[in-house]
């Protein structure tokens, strides 16, 4: 019979050669249902209904799988070669979080999980099961119990060999293992991840309000973007990396050896007149094989506009307010709000010459205010 010794030692090896840059593993007896319950009830996940859907399953693994003994934990490295932030001094161009630059992580870590439990499950004789990110397993705070990292004031599992650019995965399986030691706190007093949030996203530290998250607002969320955060996005087009960028831990980070998630050069920092010219055909080519596929073209075409539109000021208005122009006139509501409040700032005088028109025309109540809410 294999020993724990055996089976981990196993696992190390295994899991390096496929990519993970660390393994570990905890009990299946972890419980996090008071602090995800309280995080619910005070409406920071914003229209995350899923989160509340299955809060039960989420917040311990026995519920979701009653079977499970011990959940191996794995990360895979993706830090940047470049510092994440530089596009952000450039308004005509966008910044897209360093996760989606390149190929879609779910489709390559789910991949290697599934080869490395299916190899698992025969070695050990036991039942296995994977998840990346889009089951209710709470994925952090089980890395944080397995002693991969632990979860920064920031929210994001930070690690001490590794920084704080690790895609997490889990196998839970039925064969029980010796559990490693949690990683206990590391942050201090340090406060630089809250401090550089754009929009003040942080109610407290380690306590994440997505209401005001820019990842939550160019990703997950799907109407409007309140007119008060809009100014505070900058270039961000598709998630936000400024609390992981900031955190000093990243000292100790390398950059990523994945091939297939190293950032392709048209995503680090792409032009906003050509991401405006885009429709929806070009959109799916484009991005077929990368996480911004996930919002659409509607929403996407909304946050870029809002990009455009603060570069207001800038030597790069005159362009981006002639791409802005053509989606006033858009099918979608969303994207015509988002195009209204772009063009007033980029040149008011032609957004007053088109409001009348505007407004006689508009049927949608949301965009009817954008049109009223232009001076």
């Known amino acids: 019979m294999l020993s724990d010794k055996d089976i981990k030692d196993w696992l190390t090896t295994r899991s390096a050669g496929l990519g993970f840059a660390v393994c570990r593993v905890t009990s299946a007896d972890l419980s996090q249902l008071d602090p995800l319950t309280q995080w619910l009830s005070d409406g920071h996940h914003a229209s995350m209904d899923w989160m509340q859907d299955r809060q039960e399953q989420r917040a311990a693994p026995s519920v979701l799988w009653p079977e499970v003994r011990?959940?191996?934990?794995?990360?895979?490295?993706?830090?940047?070669?470049?510092?994440?932030?530089?596009?952000?001094?450039?308004?005509?161009?966008?910044?897209?979080?360093?996760?989606?630059?390149?190929?879609?992580?779910?489709?390559?870590?789910?991949?290697?999980?599934?080869?490395?439990?299916?190899?698992?499950?025969?070695?050990?004789?036991?039942?296995?099961?994977?998840?990346?990110?889009?089951?209710?397993?709470?994925?952090?705070?089980?890395?944080?119990?397995?002693?991969?990292?632990?979860?920064?004031?920031?929210?994001?599992?930070?690690?001490?060999?590794?920084?704080?650019?690790?895609?997490?995965?889990?196998?839970?399986?039925?064969?029980?293992?010796?559990?490693?030691?949690?990683?206990?706190?590391?942050?201090?007093?340090?406060?630089?991840?809250?401090?550089?949030?754009?929009?003040?996203?942080?109610?407290?530290?380690?306590?994440?309000?997505?209401?005001?998250?820019?990842?939550?607002?160019?990703?997950?969320?799907?109407?409007?973007?309140?007119?008060?955060?809009?100014?505070?996005?900058?270039?961000?087009?598709?998630?936000?990396?400024?609390?992981?960028?900031?955190?000093?831990?990243?000292?100790?980070?390398?950059?990523?050896?994945?091939?297939?998630?190293?950032?392709?050069?048209?995503?680090?920092?792409?032009?906003?007149?050509?991401?405006?010219?885009?429709d929806d055909a070009a959109f799916r080519n484009l991005f077929a094989s990368s996480p911004v596929k996930r919002t659409g073209h509607v929403h996407f075409m909304r946050n870029v506009l809002i990009a455009a539109g603060n570069a207001a000021g800038t030597d790069h208005g005159v362009p981006l307010k002639h791409a802005v122009l053509a989606h006033l006139a858009d099918p979608a509501p969303v994207v015509r709000g988002a195009a209204v409040w772009a063009l007033g700032q980029l040149d008011p005088v032609m957004m007053r010459h088109e409001r009348t028109r505007g407004l006689e025309h508009e049927r949608d109540a949301s965009v009817r205010e954008e049109w009223e809410a232009v001076t």
Not at 82 to 88: C, G, H, K
């Open 70 to 278: 011990s959940v191996i934990m794995l990360g895979m490295n993706y830090g940047p070669g470049s510092d994440p932030m530089q596009s952000l001094a450039f308004p005509d161009r966008g910044t897209i979080s360093v996760y989606a630059r390149g190929r879609d992580y779910h489709e390559i870590i789910k991949g290697k999980l599934k080869q490395l439990a299916q190899h698992f499950a025969v070695k050990t004789k036991s039942a296995v099961k994977v998840f990346v990110d889009t089951a209710p397993v709470m994925e952090k705070p089980l890395a944080q119990a397995a002693g991969l990292g632990w979860q920064g004031k920031h929210t994001v599992l930070v690690s001490r060999e590794l920084g704080n650019w690790l895609f997490l995965g889990a196998i839970f399986t039925t064969h029980e293992i010796a559990p490693d030691e949690p990683e206990s706190d590391h942050c201090g007093s340090c406060t630089r991840c809250l401090s550089i949030c754009p929009t003040n996203a942080f109610a407290a530290p380690y306590v994440l309000d997505s209401r005001r998250c820019i990842s939550y607002l160019t990703i997950e969320h799907k109407g409007p973007i309140d007119r008060d955060l809009r100014p505070l996005m900058g270039n961000r087009i598709f998630g936000c990396d400024d609390c992981l960028a900031v955190c000093p831990w990243n000292k100790f980070a390398q950059e990523g050896s994945e091939a297939k998630l190293r950032a392709r050069e048209d995503l680090n920092a792409p032009n906003l007149v050509d991401l405006l010219a885009l």
